[in-house]
């Protein structure tokens, strides 16, 4: 499906060259899904993308925008399990075919643009979903401005980034030395050259708050239909047994600052306030 204010949703040849030559990460996204047909064999499924509708809870959203929806893990689901008209944003050649591929509707136009508008009106969303995605821009600034612009009244925008203060990146850093991401690893080339910015749990809330907004509530997604997660109960059933465990007590009994993917909910406020602990929720 075409959205109408979008001119178009595909890319030609010309202009993916373009925007690979203009955006390296553009060309890396190409490369690493080459291999993956659609969402359904989409091997970098993670459970921030499982806890989609479910961290919506009760907030009633009608207008929502997944606003880099990569090849539409989070976004199908949210268009299977939740009554809302969802809009999908991408610039990979890829990942709008998938999108459209899952009959959903899209629109294409460049986070890091801020010579022009995001081509939305004031008010018009409930709901922003981006995951995986401020890490990536230079503009990023812009994009919190037009995130708060687009959004109603009240409005949300649910954000996932890398955690660099996750155990899963310090344990390797102080006990390896391994940087956060390898510019030599071929799995890792990705993140190395497509990641500008670096956040830990609590400097990511203190930066969206200063926009205008809450944290309202963070949800962790336990280990259940993660990619990794089930290659290796595949392969280890007590290993992958005694992971689980690990990573539920971690949820648990820690502050999510220690956790690898938190997705943060944060409100459009009129008077900010600064939340450093937000309601936890472990879904």
């Known amino acids: ?11 030609d040849k010309k202009e993916s060259v373009k925007s690979e030559d203009s955006n390296p990460a553009i060309g890396l996204e190409e490369e690493r899904l080459k291999h993956i047909s659609g969402v359904e064999d989409f091997d970098m ?4 993308h499982r806890i989609f509708p479910s961290l919506f809870e009760d907030r009633n959203h009608k207008q929502i925008i997944d606003i880099s929806a990569g090849i539409g893990a989070a ?7 939740y009554d809302a008209n969802l809009i999908c944003n991408e610039l990979s050649p890829k990942c709008l075919d ?3 591929k899952l009959g959903l509707k899209t629109t294409s136009f460049d986070l890091d643009d801020n010579s022009k508008p995001y081509p939305f009106n004031d008010g018009e969303f409930d709901a922003i979903i981006s995951l995986a995605t401020i890490e990536h821009l230079y503009n990023i600034d812009n994009f919190f401005h037009e995130a708060k612009r687009v ?17 899963n990146y ?17 799995k890792e080339r990705y993140e190395f050259y497509g990641h500008l910015r670096y956040f830990t749990h609590l ?3 203190k930066y969206i708050t200063s926009f205008g907004f809450t944290a309202e509530a963070v949800y962790l997604g336990k280990p259940q239909m993660g990619t990794r997660y089930l290659r290796f109960k595949s392969k280890h059933k007590i290993g992958a047994a005694i992971y689980k465990a690990l990573i539920l007590a971690l949820f648990y009994f820690f502050p999510p600052r220690w956790s690898p993917e938190p997705v943060i909910c ?4 009129k008077n900010t306030k600064l939340v450093l602990k937000p309601r936890k929720k472990i879904l």
């Open 45 to 48: 499924f993670h459970e921030r």
């Open 75 to 81: 976004a199908n689901r949210v268009n299977k399990y």
């Open 1 to 11: 499906m075409e959205v109408k204010l979008q001119k178009k949703t595909t890319v």
């Open 151 to 167: 959004l109603k009244k009240d409005g949300y925008i649910y954000v996932s980034v890398p955690n660099y203060n996750g155990l």
């Open 170 to 186: 310090l344990f390797p850093l102080l006990f390896k030395g391994k940087t956060f991401h390898d510019p030599l690893n071929a």
């Open 98 to 100: 998938s999108l459209q």
């Open 203 to 205: 400097s990511l809330i």
């Open 266 to 269: 944060f409100k459009k406020v």
